[in-house]
């Protein structure tokens, strides 16, 4: 954050991060708080671990209080301690999370637990490119446009191009670009925003997602609001991350018949739309 005799005017900011129990061994560790720091180039107000669906809470709850005792984290949250009051604040109900829970449920306990201006949330796998404070700036554009819900940094630009990127917005200037789409993997957010109840909505376009002919994930519910409310992203454009490909999809479950035929139908309904209204 902010040094010197104007430190206290600067928004606070929570660095907050999921693991479960794969990820886990890699999250709780203080060489891993360290890292992100290293990486955003700067100091957070609050640093968060959201854990989720693990077998051994006693062994993992003792990893993440050696951190807090440590100074590495400040707070942690297990996921099933908290869900149901997320869920409540939110005005969602346990069945909207279908049989696919855990892709979901972790980031409503984080949003719900925050109490800081603003969060940011850094999946365990991605990394920057290269270290770059993107938030500084990126908070002071969301500060300046209220219709725009969060930010991040270029998504993968190590395996995507400036231009395939360009193409799925509709606004630049000389630091960001402007549109729509969300991505969880590394967002900045007002966090009062994300409080909200705006959790229900639907878009044709966010049938794209890879979960939607199960349930509507996190992913997947925070772009049909940002469609519907007419809430866009931001880009920046002078710093990117990574996040390895081979680990996309990975732990997906397989198809139920039923879902396999909704994943075709939601295929067709996002092909007919982006035809009929030019859409990205």
């Known amino acids: 954050m902010a040094d010197g005799p104007y430190a206290s005017c600067a928004p606070s900011v929570s660095l907050i991060t999921n693991c479960y129990e794969v990820t886990f061994r890699k999250v709780l560790r203080a060489e891993y708080w360290a890292r992100i720091a290293e990486d955003l180039q700067r100091s957070f107000t609050k640093r968060i671990a959201i854990i989720n669906n693990v077998s051994d ?11 807090v005792q440590g100074g590495s984290i400040d707070e942690y949250y297990f996921v099933v301690d908290h869900i149901d009051q997320a869920l409540a604040a939110l005005e969602l109900g346990p069945e909207s999370l279908d049989r696919i829970p855990h892709y979901t449920d972790w980031a409503l306990v984080a ?32 500060a300046a446009q209220p219709d725009a819900l969060v930010a991040n940094p270029l998504w993968s630009p190590d395996r995507f ?28 957010a007002r966090t009062a925003d994300l409080k909200q109840p705006i959790y229900g909505h639907t878009h044709p376009l966010s049938l794209r997602y890879p979960l939607s002919h199960i349930a509507p994930i996190f992913e997947q519910r925070l772009d049909s609001y940002m469609r519907r409310a007419h809430k866009t992203r931001l880009t920046y454009k002078h710093a990117g991350y990574s996040h390895p490909k081979m680990l996309e999809g990975a732990s997906y479950p397989c198809m139920q018949l039923k879902e396999r035929m909704r994943w075709h139908a939601n295929k067709a309904v996002v092909k007919v739309y982006k035809t009929l209204t030019r859409q990205v």
């Open 57 to 67: 809470r006693v062994l993992v709850e003792k990893l993440a209080a050696k951190l």
């Open 111 to 142: 949003v719900h637990s925050c109490k800081t201006d603003y969060l940011i949330h850094s999946d365990a796998d991605v990394h920057m490119l290269d270290p770059h404070d993107w938030v500084t700036p990126s908070i002071q554009r969301l």
């Open 161 to 188: 191009s400036l231009e395939k990127i360009r193409g799925e917005n509709f606004e630049e200037d000389e630091s960001f670009f402007k549109g729509y789409g969300f991505s969880d993997q590394l967002f900045l």
